[in-house]
């Protein structure tokens, strides 16, 4: 189970029986929450930036090192991505070590486009639970797995394109600084304000040890992305789960534009893409809809990387974030078209899946895990 699907199991911490009304079942308690976990998060930010200036020269030239070579950049995306499942958490980690200086923009876009395809692992894994039926585990890992193929193809047409012209590089750049001249950046300044005394705070509290200071921010960083995601969803997506089948999935521009918007909504596109999975496993919808609707959700998650960004005040830590938003935009224009190869694909695997059962725990375990851990340690 991970960190972000366990959020269905437990969603019912917000719930509100109709017998009577608690206090979390006010609409201001959690517009309050919401207010208070993004503070948080915007503190955890901070907190990986002031934890990078910590650890000194010796630990940038390090992270630096590492990720100097694209390929292994990239491995380390996927793994890191696969383990923690959740894309926001290692696009918020990479946009606070850029904006405290630590990593360089042109080694932080393999790490996001690694990142892209370790996140589709979480609706893979919810696909499993379908496994002992058949025709409904063969809908439902198609469903899951249409994701994968998607994110593997973006990642294999655009990053030797990356490597060799750095087209993201240069076009995240120019947006950002053209998002600065707008007065984008302006906007952090009040939040860098708000969280900068907490952020000394905690800082002079660890004694300055860099390590105890950024195991501080992982850990707020977690916990504010996990109930970011049930308050989030407690607000909105009760609200329209009754639209989905008669509205939403419609035409495949409406199946991505929701697929966006509720992404955007509880900051977790596993979430969003997890939820279609059953849909899928019961029949009641097909895999032509449900690929526009993950690309939507591919866009929407880049919305994280954005309010990270937001707390640098650094023009770099905003390009990794246009970064993680132009690859989802261009993967979708050169694959949409083309979207009978990942469904294919998809159909493909699914079917010798329900012939041999170990093949989806041996396409998760290698695809996600093995073969990028192999792959780092023979690059290194």
């Known amino acids: 189970m991970t960190q972000e699907s366990q959020s269905h199991g437990r969603d019912d911490v917000l719930a509100c029986p109709e017998d009577r009304s608690p206090f979390w079942c006010s609409p201001y308690f959690k517009v309050l929450a919401l207010l208070a976990l993004l503070y948080i998060f915007f503190l955890s930010i901070g907190l990986i930036g002031s934890a990078a200036k910590l650890f000194g020269k010796g630990f940038a030239e390090q992270l630096i090192v590492t990720t100097s070579n694209p390929m292994v950049g990239l491995l380390i995306g996927i793994l890191a991505t696969s383990v923690i499942q959740s894309s926001s958490t290692t696009t918020s980690l990479v946009v606070g070590f850029v904006g405290a200086n630590a990593l360089n923009l042109a080694n932080a876009i393999p790490i996001v486009m690694g990142a892209n395809i370790g996140t589709s692992v979480t609706n893979t894994l919810v696909s499993i639970g379908h496994i002992t039926r058949k025709d409904e585990f063969k809908r439902a890992f198609a469903a899951s797995t249409v994701h994968d193929f998607f994110n593997l193809l973006a990642v294999i047409i655009l990053f030797p394109l990356q490597y060799f012209t750095n ?15 707008v007065g984008g950046l302006k906007f952090s300044s009040p939040i860098k304000m708000v969280v900068s005394p907490a952020q000394h ?56 534009l929701f697929g966006l918007i509720l992404t955007v909504m509880v900051q977790s596109s596993s979430i969003t893409t997890s939820m279609a999975v059953p849909l899928a496993g019961a029949g009641i919808l097909t895999l032509a809809q449900i690929f526009p609707y993950t690309l939507g959700a591919n866009v929407g998650t880049t919305v994280t990387a954005f309010l990270a960004s937001l707390a640098t005040n650094n023009v770099a830590a905003i390009a990794v974030a246009f970064t993680h938003f132009l690859f989802n935009i261009c993967g979708i224009i050169l694959l ?45």
């Open 167 to 181: 087209f993201l590089g240069m076009a995240s750049t120019f947006l950002a600084n053209e998002f600065q001249h």
């Open 201 to 256: 705070f905690i800082v002079d509290l660890t004694g300055g040890n860099g390590i105890i200071t950024l195991i501080i921010a992982v850990l707020l960083l977690f916990t504010a992305l996990r109930y970011l995601v049930v308050t989030l969803k407690s607000i909105f997506v009760g609200k329209m789960e009754v639209l989905i089948d008669q509205y939403i999935f419609k035409t495949p521009v409406r199946s991505m």
């Open 336 to 380: 949409y078209p083309l979207k009978v190869i990942p469904i294919s694909c998809a159909n493909k695997l699914a079917e010798l899946s329900i012939k041999n059962k170990l093949i989806p725990l041996l396409y998760i375990l290698i695809v996600f895990f093995l073969l990028p851990l192999g792959l780092i340690y023979l690059t290194r």
